[in-house]
C-alpha cells in the first residue's frame, strides 16, 4: 500500500510560480511511476506530467510543455512539480498518482494509488 500528501497549493497571480510537493508512504518508490494530474470544476480529471522512477523518464500534456517540470528526490520518495508562468487556466485541483508498471502515463485508470489533491489558484 502507497499513501501519497500532496503539498504546496495555494493562491498565484498569473504569471506566478508554485511547487506542489507529493511524499509517498509505504513502499518505495524505486520501481514506481508517478504522475500529476487536476480536476477543475465541471471538468474531468486532465494528465500534467508523469515521471518514470527508473531512468527518470518524463512526460507532459501539451498545455504545460515548456512551463512545468516534474521530478522526483529518490532519497525523499517525494515527486516535485514546479510550476511556472501560471494561466488562470491551470486553476484546479491537483492530484498526485503512483502505481508500478504503467503502460500510458497519461491515463488515470493506469493509477491505483491517489493523494487526496491541494489547490491550486491563479487569478488574473
Known amino acids: 500500500q502507497v499513501q501519497l500528501v500532496e503539498s504546496g497549493g495555494g493562491l498565484v497571480q498569473a504569471g506566478g510560480s508554485l511547487r506542489l510537493s507529493c511524499a509517498a508512504s509505504g513502499r518505495t518508490l524505486s520501481r514506481y511511476a508517478m504522475g500529476w494530474f487536476r480536476q477543475a470544476p465541471g471538468k474531468e480529471r486532465e494528465f500534467v506530467a508523469a515521471i518514470r522512477w527508473t531512468g527518470g523518464r518524463t512526460y507532459y500534456a501539451d498545455s504545460v510543455e515548456g512551463r512545468f517540470t516534474i521530478s522526483g528526490d529518490y532519497a525523499k520518495n517525494t515527486v516535485y512539480l514546479q510550476m511556472n508562468s501560471l494561466k488562470p487556466e491551470d486553476t484546479a485541483v491537483y492530484y498526485c498518482?503512483?502505481?508500478?508498471?504503467?503502460?500510458?502515463?497519461?491515463?488515470?485508470?493506469?493509477?491505483?494509488?491517489w493523494g487526496q489533491g491541494t489547490q491550486v489558484t491563479v487569478s488574473s
Open positions: 498518482a503512483a502505481d508500478l508498471d504503467i503502460g500510458v502515463p497519461s491515463r488515470p485508470s493506469e493509477y491505483d494509488y
